[in-house]
């Protein structure tokens, strides 16, 4: 006798003279495809779609950087003339740097009586302070006016991404044009390492901060101390870091499996139960027409 494959097959088939079609079948295999469809499209959205997943841990993360931060800074000062603006560095690895004019620019305000101030510069990896004064200027004015409106204060790369909502600006658009002219303004700054890292794997190195800010005026036992805007930070130990995920194509395919078969199984025995109960019905009412 000749072996036959077909002893293997597990999947029995039925003669179509052998079922019989119903209304309630028909409706609820619509209702069971349509409902298939729609977990389908919502887990092929997830599937394509990138979930962005954050985690902290202790660590320097640019270790390539050789200790030094990018920082952009974005000022205006209405009231001060740009030969009185400067911008000068200090840190506790002995960094004191007075008029610093490396890739910076001043651009005249109001007919050349106020100026802003762009620039871009490195800062140490240890605590410390830049501040925008009149220090370098070649003669001191009496009564510098240090009212001002920061536009742009970033630490490291740009990250514009719209999943990662940090405070990566966090000074941008502080407004202090109202305050004491004569004050000097305080801005504490606790810098966050920020790691974002793509699907590629692609690392970019960013870096968030937290602010407080004082303002006040100084005196000594000269008099009156003259003022400036003071940017004092220090770093975090704790590192964030986003990483960009995509659910893996076998359980993308394993959730289909699941979400076919169980919504056929479950509309089978609906449908199973519903025919039976109709069935019984009927045979109840045929025994007591006789």
């Not at 003669?139 to 990566?168: R, W, Y």
């Not at 407004?175 to 000097?184: E, G, T």
Request: net charge negative; aromatic share 12%; hydrophobic share 40%.
């Amino acid at each position: 006798m000749p072996f036959d494959v077909r002893r293997f097959d597990i999947y029995r088939k039925v003669p179509k003279d052998l079922t019989q079609p119903t209304y309630t079948g028909a409706f609820i295999s619509i209702l069971c495809c349509v409902f298939i469809l729609f977990l389908f499209l919502s887990e092929l959205t997830g599937f394509i779609a990138t979930e962005i997943v954050n985690e902290l841990y202790v660590d320097d993360p640019d270790k390539d950087s050789g200790g030094k931060i990018e920082v952009s800074l974005n000022i205006s000062l209405p009231n001060l003339h740009c030969d009185l603006v400067g911008l000068d560095i200090q840190d506790e690895m002995g960094r004191h740097e007075v008029g610093h004019i490396d890739n910076s620019m001043k651009i005249p305000l109001n007919q050349g009586d106020g100026c802003r101030f762009e620039g871009e510069f490195t800062i140490n990896k240890v605590p410390g302070n830049f501040h925008v004064s009149t220090h370098s200027a070649t003669a001191q004015p009496q009564s510098p006016d240090m009212t001002h409106n920061i536009h742009v204060l970033a630490f490291g790369e740009k990250l514009q991404v719209q999943k990662v909502q940090g405070a990566f600006n966090a000074l941008g658009g502080a407004d202090r044009l109202s305050s004491n002219p004569l004050a000097s303004h305080d801005y504490i700054l606790k810098i966050v390492p920020t790691v974002y890292e793509d699907l590629s794997g692609k690392k970019r190195f960013s870096y968030q901060y937290t602010v407080a800010n004082k303002e006040y005026v100084a005196y000594s036992h000269t008099g009156r101390i003259i003022p400036a805007i003071w940017f004092r930070y220090d770093l975090s130990p704790i590192t964030v870091k986003y990483t960009e995920r995509r659910q893996p194509f076998y359980r993308f395919i394993t959730t289909i499996c699941a979400i076919v078969g169980g919504t056929f199984t479950v509309a089978g025995i609906i449908d199973s139960c519903i025919f039976t109960a109709s069935e019984a019905w009927k045979k109840i009412q045929i025994g007591k027409m006789s």
